[in-house]
């Protein structure tokens, strides 16, 4: 089992960046494939991007690609999620998730583990 707790988050104008930290805790992090997830008001929660367990592999939905930037460090049981040239469409809840079998964008059910949502305000 992990537990999954983000950081980071906030209010930024249009075309801002933020960097969003998901620490885990336990010894298996390594082995946990990982995503991040947005949720707007009103909307369905969907991914915006994935890693793979080693980092290898990365993946993002078509609207933040060139923009978000999913990264890990194994060593500190932390992913991250860099987000640059952000647009008020990209306002959302944010939440990382672990799977260990499941690696890609997927849906939510395909993960097993969340951190506990972090806000993301563009304001125009």
């Known amino acids: 089992q992990v537990q999954l707790v983000q950081s980071g988050g906030g209010l930024v104008q249009a075309g801002g960046s933020l960097r969003l930290s998901c620490a885990a805790s336990?010894?298996?992090?390594?082995?946990?494939?990982m995503g991040w997830f947005r949720q707007a008001p009103g909307k369905e929660r969907e991914a915006v991007a994935a890693i793979t367990w080693s980092g290898g592999n990365t993946y993002y939905t078509d609207s933040v690609k060139g923009r978000f930037t999913i990264s890990r460090d194994n060593a500190k049981n932390t992913v991250y999620l860099q987000m640059n040239s952000l647009k008020p469409e990209d306002t959302a809840v944010y939440y990382c998730?672990?799977?260990?079998?499941?690696?890609?964008?997927?849906?939510?059910?395909?993960?097993?583990?969340w951190g506990q949502g972090t806000q993301v305000t563009v304001s125009s």
């Open positions: 998730a672990a799977s260990l079998l499941f690696y890609g964008l997927g849906s939510q059910r395909d993960y097993d583990y």
């Open positions: 336990g010894r298996t992090f390594s082995r946990y494939n």
